[in-house]
C-alpha cells in the first residue's frame, strides 16, 4: 500500500510520574528530512529519533517530531538555573518590550514558563529509563502518523486510478480516430482530385490516390504511441498496487506518458484527436500534481 509524505499523530501518556507528549507531522520532500525538538534536558534522544523512524518505514518526507516532558522532581535529580541563559532570555524580553512599546510585566513567573532556564542534572543511569519512556510514547505517536499516511495514501490512490480510467478511456478514442482520419483524408483527396480533372475530361488514378493514403496514414499512424501509452498505464498501475516507497517511479512513468501523448499530438491530422491529447495532457498533470505527495 502507498503512502503519503503528509501525515499528523499525537500521543500522550504519563509513565513513572513523567509527563511525555509526542507530536510528529509531515509534508512532502525529495528526501528524508527530520526535525526533533526535546527539552534541552532530553536532547541526548534526539540522535535515537531518526533511526526508530527509518526502522518504521518512513523514508522521505520532511518530517517534525515535538517531545515535551514534564518532569517529576525525584532523588538523585537536581534542578538548577542556566544563568547565561536565563540572562539572555531577559534581555530578549526588555529589548521587545521596548523595540515595540510592549507592557512591563516581565516577572520571576513570567520568565520561569521558559523550562530551558532550568537544567536538570540527571545519573548518567537514567538515561535509558528516560529513553525508553520516550520511546513508548513516540512509537504510540508514530502508529498514528503512520495510519493518517497510510489512509491519505490510500485516498490519492484512487483518485489516480479514477484518472488513469479517464486517459484509457481517451486513448480508445485516440485509436478509433486514427483509422477516420485515414479515411476522411482519402475522400477529401479523391474529391478535390475529381474536381481538378473533371475540366480536362481526364479519370481519377485510383492506385496513386491509394499510395497516397498510405503514405499519409504512415504519417499520422499513432498506433505506436498509444500502444505505449497503455503499456506505460500498466506499468503505472501495478506500482500504485506494490508495496514499499513508489513516489519517484510514479514521476517517471508519468513523464513516459507525457512523451506519448506530447508524440501523438505531433502527428495528429484530426481537431478530436488533438483534443483528445489535450485532455490526456491534462488529466497527466493532475495525476503529476498528485503523486507528489506519494511516497
Known sequence: MLKSMTGYGRARDRIDGYDIT?????????????????????????????????????????????????????????????SDYAAQYIAALKKLRDEFGLPDDISVMKVSENR????????????????????????????????ARAAEGERLTADVKQKLATISTLV????????????????????????????????????????????????????????????????????????GPAGRNLDFWCQE???????TGSKAQNPSITSNVVAIKCELEKIREQIQNIE
Open 22 to 82: 509526542v507530536e510528529i507531522k509531515s509534508v512532502n520532500n525529495k528526501t528524508l528530512d527530520v526535525s526533533v525538538k526535546l527539552p534541552r534536558a532530553y536532547t541526548f534522544a534526539e540522535e535515537r529519533v531518526k533511526p526508530l523512524l527509518l526502522s518504521s518505514g518512513i523514508n522521505r518526507g520532511k518530517v517534525d517530531v515535538y517531545i515535551s516532558v514534564d518532569v517529576p522532581q525525584t532523588e538523585g535529580e537536581e534542578l538548577s538555573l542556566d
Open 116 to 147: 530551558d532556564i532550568f537544567t536538570v542534572t540527571k545519573k548518567e543511569d537514567d538515561l535509558e529509563a528516560d529513553w525508553e519512556r520516550i520511546k513508548t510514547v513516540l512509537s504510540a505517536a508514530l502508529e498514528k502518523f503512520d495510519g
Open 172 to 243: 480508445d478514442r485516440i485509436e478509433a480516430q486514427s483509422g477516420d482520419a485515414v479515411k476522411e483524408y482519402e475522400a477529401r483527396l479523391m474529391k478535390k482530385l475529381k474536381e481538378a480533372l473533371a475540366d480536362v475530361g481526364a479519370s481519377v488514378d485510383e492506385s496513386r490516390v491509394i499510395t497516397e493514403c498510405a503514405i499519409f496514414a504512415d504519417r499520422v499512424a499513432t498506433d505506436e504511441e498509444t500502444v505505449r501509452l497503455r503499456s506505460h498505464i500498466k506499468a503505472f498501475t501495478e506500482t500504485l498496487d506494490g508495496d
Open 257 to 263: 506518458m507525457n512523451r506519448e501523448a506530447n508524440t
